[in-house]
């Protein structure tokens, strides 16, 4: 006889001690008159009298009988797990029918006897531990390491806040906007970015930063917001030594290296999350005059996401001035600005240091700096060439800019004859479209300068002091590359064209 | 010279709720936990097959309880483990690749500052995840299949009294054993400003662990894998609790959880920050 019902993985009985023991389960004896027979068999726990079928608790055994002789039949105790109180116990009901299973439609009748009981017991001791009472290896072995963690992080923790806190107020500096002084940078490739990079800025002034890609101009300034640690020197806002999230940030505002928002949300509610994240007081916000200067209009109140880059970069421009910080520092501001655009830009900036602010500009535009700012510090290759006011750069007393006819032929040779003239210590010759000009730079006064040129009977039809900013510019960088300024001009260009080698 | 006047600290707790709750990844998760139970309402409804015996699974039309462990049984192998690394793990990297984290590091948020922030907050939201998913389906399932408490299919049964306060402790253990991929997601994320980096990476780290826990050879050595014990909040629905595995299981989340977190904040106290 088999038992259908007695499937699933009855529990392993423990082994033994001494001989084999049958299974849990019961032995029944069943006299039937018919050929075959079936039963069902049920499991109720009776516990304070009150009896409970449980799931898995019926076993229907069907069989074949011999007609008048008793046959064994073995019923195992199914795999399952019951809680048996103290004095409860467990009742065994043997039916010929279940409304579960189909029985056989003959006719029969049967005779059961019980001839075996076997009730399930376990021959172990409780697992160590699994009342919840000592612990074991296991739980020691991971707490020791979790004590081990929690000694060993908030020491480093404490060690570094006694270390910030012991950074020195210079108060001579107090006064002084921005000081950056002796910064160096190399990256973890080896690429010197900055390289004793020395400069400040006054209040009231609107500084710019000068250089070609690469000249380190980003990397200085991600060291002025503490955004990366300088290997060796130092920055001060208003006399306080700045480095990663230092308090005294709050008074500079930023946008580097384009701006970053929160693309799901609108272009408001960005400024508000910016603000509500420096956990300052909503009415130092100055929403509105920002939002003036972003003049985004009603796309102020789409996703940032459907943004231009244009309105992208005047909401960073706004964002950095939320607050009105003390120090403004913008990093290429006219990125995706259309000209229109840029002109508006301009007088934004002058105001906001007229008021006694300072703002710190950096560019490759250089005719924009030229109109843009008070002061320039001229960057290349990570160093410092040349810092001071950008009429000092572009009005100095020894040039003299002369404007030829245009049309102007044999204009080396002038040059050349120019040079001869005794006085006259450096001539460069700028082909523009607009007619031929000769910049001259001499120990001699303006006008004998003016005179000479005269006398070789060019054709002068404009005299100026002022150079373009970008001469200066290409000049210090020549002259700073180790080339010099009168050699061939288009070698220097293409020179500074190449991405500047790591 | 006078300092500005502060109202409260920088990113604070309700400034960093603010930028993760708008956002679609926390929509969206939130919709598909919702949605979850009222699936496999469905996908029971669909099928008819004789049930079996000895698993979760045939017992979950039983009740509302039976129904909402199941449901949390088939989540928790994987579902909120992905959400756990998704919501401790991807904040920062978000910042990142945004190109807000400069901004808010500038604002200044000091870093330990920020990265506290993230981690309650987006630890918070693992809990709430887990608790909502265990109290919504356990509504669903009263609904679609009555109010019963929980039948285990190895037998016994718990009534609401003593299933209310065991449900609470499912729900703790979950979320104290999701930490520990949270914490990997957040270290990980720390190191990389992708996103998908950090969510992919802890769900590797587990998948890896899981590999390794099928390889008997290295017997308990296993039992240190992350996640090795995720299945031992079960415990806590037999008649009568083994609190072995709970025990262990929890104190190796918290091992990882620490180590991980404290990795994180080591590593964002020096990096330098380019994106």
Known sequence: MRAPGARGPAPAPPAPRGGARPPPGVSLEVTSRGTASTLSLRLWPVTGGKPTLTRQGVAPVSGATTPGEPTQVEVALPGASWRVEAGSSLRVLVTSTDQTYAGPRAARADLVRLADLRLPGVEASALPGSGGGSLDAESLGVLAGIGVLALVLPGSALLRRRRRQQTPVRDDLSTVPLVVDHLVKTYSDGHRAVDDVSWRAGRGQVVGLLGPNGAGKTTTLRMVMGLISPDSGTVHVLGQQVSAGSPVLARVGALIEGPGFLPHLTGRQNLEAYWAATGRDDDEAGYDDVLQVAALGGAVDRPVRTYSQGMRQRLGIAQAMLGLPEVLVLDEPTNGLDPPQIAGLRPILDRYAAAGRTVVVSSHLLSEVELTCSHVVVMHAGRVITTGTVAELVDSADTTVVALAPGTTGVPALAAALRAVPGITQVEVDEDPGGPRLVLTAQVARADVVRAVAETGADIVGVSSRRQLEEVFLGVIAAASGGTSDGDPTSLTERLRQVRSR | ?275
């Open chain 2, 1 to 275: 010279m006078t300092p500005h006047p502060r109202t409260t600290a920088p990113l604070s707790w309700r400034a960093e709720l603010g930028r993760q709750l708008r956002r679609r990844r926390t929509l969206w998760s939130f919709v598909l936990l919702a949605a979850l139970p009222l699936i496999i309402v469905g996908a029971f409804s669909i099928g008819g097959g004789e049930p079996q015996s000895g698993t979760l699974v045939d017992l979950a039309t039983l009740g509302s309880a039976n129904f909402a462990v199941f449901t949390t049984a088939v989540s928790a192998s994987f579902l909120l483990m992905v959400l756990a690394a998704l919501f401790v793990g991807d904040s920062l990297p978000s910042e990142a690749s945004w190109s807000t984290l400069r901004y808010l590091l500038v604002a200044p948020v000091p870093r330990t500052r920020l990265l506290t922030s993230k981690l309650v907050v987006g630890m918070a939201t693992v809990a709430v995840a887990v608790s909502s998913l265990v109290t919504w389906s356990l509504l669903v399932g009263g609904v679609f299949y009555g109010w019963d408490a929980f039948t285990n299919p190895l037998g016994g049964t718990l009534g609401w009294a003593e299933l209310g306060p065991r449900l609470l402790g499912v729900v703790a253990y979950l979320v104290v054993s999701l930490l520990q991929v949270g914490a990997i997601a957040f270290c990980l994320g720390v190191r990389t400003d992708a996103p998908l980096a950090a969510v992919g990476g802890a769900v590797m780290v587990t998948i890896v662990a899981a590999i390794l826990g099928q390889i008997d050879n290295l017997g308990t050595l296993r039992n240190g894998l992350p996640m090795h014990y995720d299945t031992a909040w079960l415990d806590l629905l037999n008649p009568a609790i083994d609190w072995t595995a709970l025990r262990h299981g929890t104190l190796w989340s918290v091992f990882y959880t620490v180590l991980f977190v404290g990795l994180g904040y080591a590593l964002f106290r020096r990096k330098d920050v380019l994106s």
